[in-house]
């Protein structure tokens, strides 16, 4: 049987129709590859643009700056006495209350006296008997000087032998020696008695100086504990409130600032709306510490600045305060804002060859063969100024400075615009040659209506 070939053949539409089709693939295909030309393009020219930071500046003058050193304490009397028990007992008279007045030498304190006086009487009984015990010795040492001298005079006669005299002065011996005991405790008991005396008079206590009472720790009737070699119960706190001084705590780091007859502004928080002006007067040489041996410990000093204007004010110890301390103030000196100011590290990079060693290297590390080995310089005080839309980098040399402006004493001249805002330009965006836009407008604030 013969082979029957059967051949299909396409219609010239068909065939237009699939060279449609591919025509219009080819086509997306170029579409979607022009547009990602098209992105990368974009992107890299937009990496090329450089970067515009946008800061605001301030011209370079000369000002005065005073440097001061804040610190906060306590308002207190600068002259005043604390009135303790030297003698236990019960309070039976208490006069004066807190916050009253009293004159030097009038009564504040009365300790009831009842135990004190047996012990007086006892001490008077005791030194009768005694001196009554010295009158009977004084009698018989008469009675024995008159038979020693009886025996004497017989025995100048052959009447009376050697251990006659012997005994004879041997008792009158005996006599004196006694009385001698009984002087030595006639004296004693006069010492108990004003012992006792003495204790007696600090159940009266006066007022050492005129002033005013300021602290009242005891009330009428209350039990006080007091002893001869130690501070017994504090009663009571006399100030002399026509003198105050401000007691300050500066830290460490500036208490070597501060010189006796720097000026003092002090602000006092019961009147907020009134300056004090004083001056130091006493700077501690030994520092208080808080939070001992761990780590919030705080070393301070105490400092003592006297307030000059206070006549006419109703200060009282405790009244919290705060005071600056001008330290030192210099005229008519370059200065910019304080802000302005920053540092920054670099590192230099020195080159070791093979077999050299460089002296700062351990030893250890052998010999290096061009290996970069980085040095940190110490960081630079820096500012930024602008020249022509761009930032440009000035090393400078500082001096004091106060809440705002810092002395520039060298790297800057006058007249410049300095960099002051923003805070993260200063600190981070800007190098040398950086552009810059200068925005030294003001916002304006919405009016309320």
Known sequence: ????????????????????????????????????????IAVVVSGKKE????????????????????????????????ISAEVSGEIVALPFKEGESVKKGELVVKIRPDA??????????????????????????????????????????????????????????????????????????RASLSSVQYDLSKTTINAPM????????????????GTSYNIGSQILTISDLSSMECQVEVGETDVTLVNIGDTA????????????NGYVYEIANTATSKGTGTQEEVVNFIVKIRINNEADLDLRPGMSCTVDIEVEKKDNVIAVPI???????????????????????????????????????????????????VAKKKEVKTGISNDTYIEITGGLEEDVE?????????????????????????????QKE
């Open 265 to 276: 502004r002090i602000q006092i928080d019961a009147f907020p709306d009134k300056v004090f």
């Open 51 to 82: 970067k515009v930071i946008e800061v605001q500046t301030e011209k370079v003058k000369r000002q005065n700056i005073i440097q001061v050193v804040t610190a906060t304490g306590k308002v207190q009397a600068e002259t005043k006495v604390v």
């Open 210 to 225: 005129s002033g005013t009472i300021t602290q009242l720790n005891n009330e009428l009737g209350e039990k006080v504990l």
């Open 339 to 389: 802000q302005s100011v920053t540092t920054r590290e670099e590192e230099g990079l020195n080159m070791i060859s093979q077999g050299e060693k460089d002296k700062n290297v351990p030893e250890n590390l052998g010999t290096v063969k061009d290996e970069k080995i980085s040095k940190k310089v110490k960081p630079k005080e820096i500012v930024f100024i602008t020249e022509n839309g």
């Open 418 to 446: 300095v960099v002051k805002g923003s805070f993260k330009a200063i600190n981070k965006d800007l190098e040398e040659d950086t552009k810059v836009k200068i925005s030294n407008e003001k916002k304006m604030k919405p």
């Open 116 to 189: 004190y006086l047996p012990r007086i009487n006892m001490e008077n009984a005791g030194i009768k008997v005694a001196e009554s015990n010295l009158k009977s010795q004084e009698v018989n040492m008469r009675k024995n000087l008159l038979e020693l001298n009886r025996i004497k005079e017989l025995q100048s006669k052959g009447l009376a032998s050697q251990s006659d005299l012997d005994n004879a002065q041997a008792n009158y011996d005996a006599v004196i020696a006694q009385m001698n005991t009984v002087r030595a405790q006639v004296t004693q008991q």
């Open 1 to 40: 049987m013969s082979e029957i070939k059967s051949t299909v053949v396409a219609s010239p539409a068909i065939i237009a129709k699939k060279k449609k089709k591919s025509k219009k693939k080819k086509i997306i295909w170029i579409s979607i590859i022009a547009v990602i030309l098209l992105v990368i």
